[in-house]
């Protein structure tokens, strides 16, 4: 079953944000993700959730979502999101 990542960012330093741009699609890459949303400024169409800008990348399952988000080697682009963005991420599976 696929399974996606949805993430809400407003990035508050871009010029220290650049670093992740540059690097993070070879990571998605490697763990067989693709991007389905990238960086796009989202239409709010109900409710009060606002995001400023939104990604959602899909992989072809669970455990390879998580393997991305468990990379070792990826924990330091991760630091810069967080250094630099203000951030929402959750992990929802599809349907089947």
């Not at 009060?48 to 998580?66: G, N, Y």
């Not at 988000?69 to 682009?77: A, F, G, K, V």
Request: proline share 5%; charged share 25%.
């Amino acid at each position: 079953m696929k399974a996606y990542l949805v993430l809400d960012l407003k990035v508050n330093d871009f010029a220290g944000f650049k670093e992740y741009i540059a690097r993070i699609p070879a990571f998605i890459a490697k763990h067989s993700g693709k991007y389905i949303v990238q960086g796009v400024q989202p239409v709010t169409i109900e409710g009060d959730w606002k995001p400023e800008r939104m990604v959602i990348i899909e992989f072809p399952e669970r455990e390879k979502a998580q393997a991305f988000l468990s990379d070792p080697e990826i924990q330091d682009l991760f630091r810069i999101r967080h250094a630099t963005t203000t951030s929402r991420l959750v992990l929802a599976e599809g349907c089947t």
